[in-house]
């Protein structure tokens, strides 16, 4: 059963940065496409904001792209999220997920997920 474990979330204010981390039970992640999915305050999970392919082929949803950039490190079985200039609108609990099957991350069922770490922007 692979397991995921985000950290990183916290409180920043707008324009500032931030950087997630998905650390993945299984050493083997090229074996696995990964994803990052939001969840903001009364409202459904979104997503995915973006995804990896094991081929290094990534993915960006529109309210994302140019800011965020999902990459991972395969020495540390590390999935990482680099946020960028952010919004008071990217405020939310942030999910790491992984599938062997890119298209489920894609179409946003992935089989596996994580606990989720919040993220707040606010002044």
């Known amino acids: 059963q692979l397991q995921l474990v985000e950290t990183g979330g916290g409180l920043v204010q707008p324009g500032e940065s931030l950087r997630l981390s998905c650390a993945v039970s299984?050493?083997?992640?090229?074996?696995?496409?990964f994803g990052w999915f939001r969840q903001a305050p009364g409202k459904e999970r979104e997503g995915p904001l973006c995804t990896r392919n094991a081929d290094g082929i990534t993915y960006y949803a529109d309210s994302v792209k140019g800011r965020f950039t999902i990459s991972t490190n395969n020495a540390e079985s590390t999935v990482f999220l680099e946020m960028n200039s952010l919004k008071p609108e990217d405020t939310g609990v942030y999910y790491c997920a992984a599938d062997s099957f890119p298209t489920r991350v894609r179409l946003g069922r992935p089989g596996y997920w994580g606990q989720g770490t919040q993220v707040t922007v606010s002044s």
């Open positions: 299984e050493g083997n992640i090229n074996a696995y496409a």
